[in-house]
């Protein structure tokens, strides 16, 4: 897609607040462009200021090539509450392969848990939490991060038991 020279609010994409990178993430991959090429893009232009993140934002990503994403302003906003299957859906549909049925079981405790604990909802967002945790066989995890014990990772980061083998961490 060419498109004409934009307005001065372009900036690059590691520059932007971290809210504002998961944003564009989760919306680049739902149409099913490359994310890379958005972390790699020359240009990114916000839509006019005052619309939040609502807008059409443009991905500038060669001399004349790049590409737009539309946000609503319900999109943008809105929040939604989801069940145990609404999140294992999400993941199977995003995130196939990053942690097991057991393994989204035990994550979705841990955040409703964590809701309620904290008093703070949880902006669910599947990209979001797959950068944050992973899931992996604990003597991996252990051998990774140089520890002797489990008990040694949990002093480091959250940690949720799986099963007797394998766990989620978060990534510190």
Request: proline share 2%; charged share 30%; aromatic share 12%.
């Amino acid at each position: 897609m060419k498109y004409p020279e934009q307005e001065n609010n372009s900036v690059p994409f590691f520059s932007m607040h971290a809210e504002v990178q998961m944003l564009l993430a989760r919306y680049v991959w739902r149409t099913g462009h490359n994310l890379e090429m958005l972390i790699k893009a020359k240009e990114i232009t916000a839509p006019v200021h005052g619309q939040g993140y609502a807008g059409t934002w443009k991905i500038k990503t060669g001399e004349n090539t790049g590409f737009c994403i539309n946000i609503s302003k319900s999109e943008a906003n809105m929040k939604q509450t989801i069940n145990r299957t609404d999140f294992h859906n999400a993941f199977k549909k995003m995130r196939p392969d990053n942690f097991s049925y057991e393994g989204l079981n035990a994550l979705f405790d841990f955040l409703e848990e964590y809701e309620v604990d904290t008093d703070k909802e949880i902006e669910f967002d599947v990209i979001e939490i797959c950068c944050e945790f992973f899931e992996a066989n604990i003597d991996d995890v252990l051998k990774d991060y140089r520890l002797t014990s489990l008990e040694e990772l949990e002093e480091k980061t959250r940690v949720i038991k799986v099963n007797e083998t394998t766990v989620i961490c978060e990534r510190f």
